[in-house]
């Protein structure tokens, strides 16, 4: 069985970004820290480096596929759901410390619209990571495991904090749905990446 896990961080941004985006791009565009490796969230759960920056990695074929869409809210499902379409991510990337920073753009969607108009009123939001694997407890903290694979940023409305924070409990899963996801050519992309991974640390 493995959990449904989530990391929030909340997005920075204000009115004049907004009308820079629109005038640019014609649409919405949101920059900010997406997830952070090696730190401690407030549930005592940690994503080690190595691991979130092979999603990372492995998240970019989204990304050139124009596939790497996210949600509005959390559902507590391992796919993402077409109907609840926010946003897509246009970029996504980890600095050298460790922390993945992303730029997101509102679709016109009926729940992109709602988030616009949102953002556009001076909410603040947050971007949070889901994905699915396990975790492992190791005295105080309980770290992320190699099963564990990104599936999509959402869009939440959370408390102003520049904190990560994580849901209390992960939402388990069956053996079938955690892998609707991913389709056959994304799991072989995934096997590559390990292989090309473990070659360079030789």
Known sequence: ??????????????????????EKFGKVRLKGIMQKADALNQNGRVYPRDILEREVRNYQKFIVENRALGEADHPESSVVNIKNVSHIVKECYMDDRGVVYGTIELLDTPSGKIIQSLVEAGVKLGISSRGIGS?????????????????????VTEPSTTQAFM????????????????????????????????????
């Not at 975790?135 to 869009?155: A, N, P, R, S, W």
């Not at 799991?187 to 070659?199: A, E, F």
């Open 167 to 202: 849901l209390p409990e992960g939402r388990k899963l069956g053996a079938v749905s955690q892998n609707l996801e991913l389709t056959r050519t994304d799991k072989i992309d995934r096997v590559m990446n390990d292989i090309i991974t473990i070659k360079r640390r030789k």
């Open 135 to 155: 975790t492992k407890k190791q005295g105080d903290h309980v770290i992320v495991q190699e099963d564990f694979q990104l599936i999509c940023f959402d869009m």
């Open 1 to 22: 069985m493995s959990n449904l896990l989530m990391s929030y961080e909340l997005l920075d941004y204000n009115t004049d970004m907004i009308k820079e985006s629109k």
